[in-house]
């Protein structure tokens, strides 16, 4: 792997001059180690020719901490009224190309993603190279969702999921999410990768599910009451924030 650094925002009054940290994915087998650094990939540039990874405040499930919560209860008991199933398919025996998933994913980002989901986008996502296998769920005989995932040597990452929002009232999303972890643990894998974890939005990862850790920048730490903390205070986010984020770190390198 390559790891790089790309300026980014300065400001002189708090001596905050911030790079963002990328990396460059060389072969598969760094998977693992790519992850376990916080990087997670990119996928917002479509002209990039090279597989991009970013460095962010992610959240993964230790798995060997990992155990049902109430929550998780409450969503499977709920949803046996449709009875949902799935299926893991490797990559190489999915067609990607196939209209009827390529509109299920559109429609769903239309919908779902903030700033939308072009076509561009989309086939671009597919084209990653580390994606390894899809998790298809079924209800009653017809598609419900989609789950693109990367897993690698005892790593799974839980990238993009898609689902019929007709079965929203269901809990559909968290019980596709509760059952890829599931799975993870059922068959030994050591670590779930859930993506980014910022505002207050995203908390509902840390409410459902056990085993939790984030990484922090330097570290993954188990402490959910902070990660709570930085998830609150992300919508009010200024550079007197980061400095002082980065004073607490230096004050605890010195102890």
Not at 171 to 187: E, R
Not at 202 to 215: A, E, N, P
């Amino acid at each position: 792997m390559k790891i790089f650094k790309s300026e980014s925002f300065v400001d002189y009054s708090t001596y905050t001059f911030n790079y963002a940290v990328y990396c460059i994915k060389e072969k598969q087998s760094e998977i693992p180690e790519i992850y376990n650094k916080g990087f997670l990939p990119y996928s917002n540039n479509t002209k990039l020719a090279l597989e991009t990874y970013y460095l962010a405040r992610s959240l993964r499930v230790d798995l060997d901490r990992f155990k049902d919560s109430s929550e998780n209860r409450r969503v499977e008991k709920k949803i046996l009224e449709i009875n949902p199933s799935f299926k893991v398919i490797p990559i190489s025996e999915f067609d990607m190309d196939q209209k009827e998933f390529v509109d299920f994913c559109l429609d769903y980002g239309k919908n779902r993603f903030s700033e939308g989901l072009e076509l561009d986008r989309l086939k671009y996502i597919l084209s990653a190279k580390s994606i390894s296998h899809i998790f298809e769920f079924m209800v009653e005989g017809k598609i419900a969702g989609y789950v693109i995932t990367i897993i690698e040597n005892g790593t799974l990452h839980y990238w993009f999921s898609f689902f019929d929002l007709n079965y929203y009232k269901f809990s559909l999303g968290k019980h596709m999410m509760f059952n890829v972890i599931k799975w993870a643990s059922d068959n030994n894998l050591n670590y779930v990768y859930l993506g980014t974890c910022y505002g207050e939005k995203s908390l509902y990862k840390v409410r459902d599910f056990k085993g939790l850790s984030f990484f922090d920048g330097n570290q993954w730490t188990s402490d959910m009451k902070l990660l709570k903390q930085k998830c609150k205070m992300d919508q009010s986010f200024t550079t007197d924030y980061f400095k002082q984020d980065t004073d607490l770190f230096l004050e605890r390198l010195s102890q």
